[in-house]
């Protein structure tokens, strides 16, 4: 049965930094690995030549080069890819912000004007498919630091750190089960 998770990205060894002032401006870089699971699939049960595997990946590349914030992208085979993406903008503003797509969301923030917060939170993947990944071989693991002088409302961080006003929190992620990270700032 193939993936339902057509145009979807998973995270793998990566690291996720985000640092966000009190006003809404933010930055946000991602470093690592993004996986296309249907083409590792696909070339994992002999479905896919080598010539519509270049088709696939001239797709993905293409879908993934849209967004401005890329600034590194290329293919390493197995339907991996390694990217460098970095945006800087203001969540008060854009009201949200979603990497990398609505359809595969691995991190994403809201503002709620209500209650003068913003919520970042990791995406995740659906229990569903979690088995077929790791028939695969898919391994999600990784780093996310958010730095911020703004209050925390809740979070769900491994570490916490207040160090000269600045909040500090980081997240290590060792499996694709691991609770999906969240904090609440305002």
Same mark, same amino acid.
Request: proline share 6%; hydrophobic share 35%.
């Given at each position: 049965m193939p993936f339902i998770l057509v145009g979807c990205y998973l995270?793998?060894?990566?690291?996720?930094?985000?640092?966000?002032?009190?006003?809404?401006?933010?930055r946000m870089s991602y470093r690592g690995l993004l996986v296309?699971?249907?083409?590792?699939?696909?070339?994992?049960d002999g479905s896919l030549d080598a010539e519509a595997e270049k088709e696939k990946v001239a797709i993905v590349l293409a879908d993934l080069k849209r967004?401005?914030?890329?600034?590194q992208l290329s293919y390493s085979g197995r339907g991996v890819f390694k990217i460098v993406y970095e945006r800087s903008s203001n969540i008060i503003r854009d009201k949200s912000f979603v990497f990398v797509r609505r359809n595969s969301r691995i991190l994403e923030m809201f503002f709620y004007k209500d209650s003068n917060t913003v919520e970042i939170r990791g995406g995740f993947v659906p229990d569903r498919y979690q088995e077929r990944l790791n028939a695969l071989g898919y391994q999600m693991t990784g780093t996310i630091n958010f730095r911020t002088k703004a209050g925390i409302r $809740?979070?769900?961080?491994?570490?916490?750190?207040?160090e000269? !006003?600045?909040?500090?929190?980081?997240?290590?992620?060792? $499996?694709?089960?691991?609770?999906?990270?969240?904090?609440?700032? !305002?």
């Open positions: 995270p793998e060894s990566f690291a996720i930094d985000i640092s966000m002032e009190r006003n809404g401006d933010y296309q699971p249907t083409i590792t699939e696909a070339l994992l967004d401005s914030g890329v600034k $809740s979070h769900n961080a491994a570490e916490f750190k207040n000269d !006003g600045e909040n500090r929190l980081h997240w290590e992620i060792k $499996s694709i089960t691991d609770p999906v990270p969240n904090v609440i700032v !305002g």
